[in-house]
């Protein structure tokens, strides 16, 4: 049988790549051999180490395929010495001279030889080179397939080559720089090629949400290929989002390379100026007793209104300040949970410096069959702009509150909100009693 091998004369334009926030890729690649009529082997090797084996299915024109064969017998440092043992090899050592023998022990950083007066152990890290009498032939250094044809006719074939593969993964980053009440917001993607192959010129898809597991491994969606010859260019490139089924999809408009070990950030949308409110919120269970800062809390309605209207995926957000000079300061960072259309995204932005609460019990009397305790919270603005401020209760069990000095909203069943405003050098005390009762 005739072994026919890999000849890529032309650049492929059809290869693309989805990529699964699972660690998993789907990769698409043309490929094309010159054979001669009837029964024939082709093979293919630029197949990363993560390649799942039940994974790949090659279409070829018009020709029937017999066989698809998997060969993994990757060349490993390891596995060369043992493949070794029992031959006679000439080990050369660094700065010494070459030590001949019968390799009979590879084990750990060492290996052992029977020379002709006795046993040497050496350590693999001063092995400049080993080899052996027989001729060397090139060890496989990745993964490969082959196939048995039967083509009809002499010449160029072609088809597509599909497959899985572990080694790839994205993640959204967001830049969130603050000025006043307004924001400019920067969606981008990190995608991250951690296998052992160069992916050029490849059309890139990013697909959000998690997939559904069988056996542990991800089971990706399979879609037909959308043409993206007619859209429009943007600088710099802007990805398109679309559905697929119950997930979202990122089509980058530019072919992308992605090398091995590289990670590669693209814009996912324009930036965008959005507005957005900050609450310096108090949180609390029944006894705490502390006196603290505030925590910033920045709310962002994702609807077309407040500019965006666009599915946010999970990722970590940066927040800049604008200094008076115009430049930028890092103001730290949090974890944004998926936002779809319509949905208010929750930001964390660390403690106030200057909004401070304090939260005393005054009163507290626990009986067989009830429990009561008094309240009071002080919260003092120390800067010089108004603020937001929002106390959070949390009281389990069957409870009612008395004597409250302000309006409070329950929020669930544990949990009621004090909200107000405080002008700049404003402080303000609020006072609450709860009281429960059993059986």
């Known amino acids: 049988m005739r072994i026919i091998y890999l000849f890529l004369p032309i650049i492929l334009l059809g290869q693309s790549m989805t990529v699964y926030k699972d660690n998993i890729a789907l990769v698409k690649e043309p490929v094309y051999w010159s054979v001669?009529?009837?029964?024939?082997?082709?093979?293919?090797?630029?197949?990363?180490?993560g390649l799942f084996p039940e994974s790949p299915f090659l279409l070829l024109h018009d020709v029937a395929i017999l066989y698809q064969r998997y060969n993994n017998n990757v060349f490993s440092g390891e596995k060369y010495f043992n493949d070794k043992l029992g031959q006679y090899v000439y080990v050369k050592i660094h700065n010494d001279k070459i030590q001949e023998g019968t390799l009979i022990e590879s084990k750990g950083n060492s290996i052992s030889i029977k020379t002709r007066k006795d046993i040497m152990t050496i350590s693999r890290s001063?092995?400049?080179?080993?080899?052996?009498?027989?001729?060397?032939?090139?060890?496989?250094?990745?993964?490969?397939?082959?196939?048995?044809?039967?083509?009809?006719?002499?010449?160029?074939?072609?088809?597509?080559?599909?497959y899985l593969s572990g080694g790839f993964d994205?993640?959204?980053?967001?830049?969130?720089?603050?000025?006043?009440?307004?924001?400019?917001?920067?969606?981008?993607?990190?995608?991250?090629?951690?296998?052992?192959?160069?992916?050029?010129?490849?059309?890139?898809?990013?697909?959000?949400?998690?997939?559904?597991?069988?056996?542990?491994?991800?089971?990706?969606?399979?879609?037909?290929?959308?043409s993206i010859s007619a859209m429009t260019i943007q600088t710099p490139p802007i990805a398109s989002e679309d559905a697929l089924g119950d997930f979202h999809i990122y089509l980058l408009p530019e072919r992308i390379s992605l090398s091995r070990n590289q990670s590669v950030t693209v814009r996912l949308y324009e930036p965008r100026n959005v507005d957005y409110t900050k609450t310096y919120v108090f949180q609390n269970s029944e006894r705490s007793k502390k006196e603290e800062p505030l925590k910033i809390e920045i709310k962002l309605a994702n609807t077309a209104e407040n500019g965006l209207g666009i599915p946010l995926p999970q990722g970590k957000i940066s927040l800049y300040l604008k200094s008076q000079d115009g430049s930028l300061e890092y103001a730290g960072e949090d974890e944004l949970k998926q936002v779809p259309r319509g949905e208010t995204a929750t930001i964390s932005a660390g403690k106030a410096f200057d909004v401070i609460g304090k939260r005393i019990v005054l009163h507290y009397d626990r009986q067989r069959k009830?429990?009561?305790?008094?309240?009071?919270?002080?919260?003092?603005?120390?800067?010089?702009?108004?603020?937001n401020i929002r106390l959070s209760e949390q009281i389990h069990g069957d409870w009612i509150i008395r004597d409250a000095s302000d309006n409070y909203i329950k929020k669930d069943a544990s949990t009621i909100h004090f909200p107000?405003?405080?002008?700049?050098?404003?402080?303000?005390?609020?006072?609450?009693?709860y009281r429960k009762e059993w059986k």
């Open 126 to 162: 001063k092995v400049d080179y080993m080899y052996t009498r027989d001729l060397q032939t090139v060890p496989q250094l990745h993964p490969e397939l082959a196939w048995d044809i039967n083509s009809p006719m002499t010449g160029t074939i072609s088809g597509d080559l599909v």
């Open 370 to 387: 009830s429990e009561e305790a008094s309240i009071e919270i002080i919260v003092k603005n120390k800067r010089d702009e108004k603020v």
């Open 420 to 433: 107000f405003s405080l002008d700049a050098g404003e402080y303000k005390t609020v006072t609450y009693t």
């Open 170 to 226: 994205w993640n959204a980053v967001y830049r969130f720089v603050l000025d006043g009440n307004k924001g400019e917001l920067i969606p981008e993607a990190v995608i991250k090629n951690n296998s052992n192959v160069d992916f050029s010129n490849f059309t890139l898809k990013l697909v959000e949400g998690n997939l559904q597991k069988k056996g542990g491994r991800p089971q990706p969606i399979y879609r037909t290929e959308r």
């Open 36 to 49: 001669q009529a009837g029964l024939s082997e082709i093979t293919y090797d630029q197949l990363p180490n």
